[in-house]
């Protein structure tokens, strides 16, 4: 069954995914710079690594090596722990401020 | 038909990325979100990633997800409160990121096309291919990651604990 299944490449070019990744990557970094609300920020950075994962993962594809899959297994990991901590430092930052608003976040001391 | 799946694909990814920044509900932006994990599954699904596509689906819109909205739930942040930033910030930020994409996208179309690769093995993204490379080649790597985890689970649970206040 698996050889019948089409090489993509031979119908959609490497430059597209090149091209669809940027235009990813470049909401991602809009969102981080035009938000206010610091989890929204996050879910951009969530973007800007999943639009790296895709064209790791299309590489990989495009060259026939296993390691660009097993090294998005690893950004996967360490994005999913970042998000633990990254939440978690939100919480006690919305536990002293009421807020979540990194405009009000301008005191290392309070 | 498989182009047309990618350009659907890749429309979809795009809005919901755009409707994931610019919607002021943040309990909507979670749910665009997902529908961008969704997208970005479907990508891997077409370049025949099925492991990748599964553990993105459980990882992201499973865990990660889910996270995100009980901490809104918690915060109870579910209305449209939050202020923009002024106007000059905001169109500097669309300035920013387009000058970015334009800049990414001028460079990557100056690489050369390069050749298919003579043999596509249809194999490549099985679980059983990928598991034997990340359990022979990159052991210590997977191993440690379970020392990331452990650190970043105490992290959270010492961050998110409250604090007695000490009378002075």
Redesign the interface.
Known sequence: M??I????????????Y???S??????????V?????A??I???V??ML?AV??LL??F?????D??G??F???V??????????G??????I??NLHS??I?ELKNLKW | M??YI?YLL?AL??FS??M??FSRN?VH??LY?VI??FA?TG??L????Q??AM??LI??VG??MV??LS??M??N?NQET????PAL??I???V???L??LV??AI??R?D??P??P???????TVK??GS??LN??LF?FEF?SV??LS??I???L??K?EKVEAR
């Open positions: 698996l050889n299944l089409l090489n993509i490449f031979s119908v959609v070019s490497i430059q597209s090149i091209i669809l940027a235009v990813l990557f470049s909401i991602g970094v809009l969102g710079l035009f938000r206010r609300n989890i929204i996050f879910m951009s969530e973007m999943n994962n895709l993962v299309a990989s594809v495009y060259h026939n296993a390691n899959q097993v998005v297994f690893f996967m990991a360490v994005a999913a722990a970042e998000v633990a901590v939440l978690a430092i939100l919480v006690t919305f536990r979540i608003d405009d | 498989e182009l990618f890749a990814g795009i990325g755009f994931t920044v943040p932006s979670i979100l961008f994990f970005i990508h891997y077409l370049l025949n990633a492991f990748l553990v993105n990882v992201y865990a990660i996270l995100f901490t809104i918690l915060m942040l939050e202020q923009h930033k910030a905001r500097g930020a669309v920013a990121s387009g970015l994409m990414l996208i990557f179309k690489a096309n390069m298919l690769p043999d596509t093995n249809p194999m490549l993204s291919n990928l490379v990340l080649q990159y790597p990651s990331l985890f970043s689970m992290g959270a649970v961050l998110s409250k």
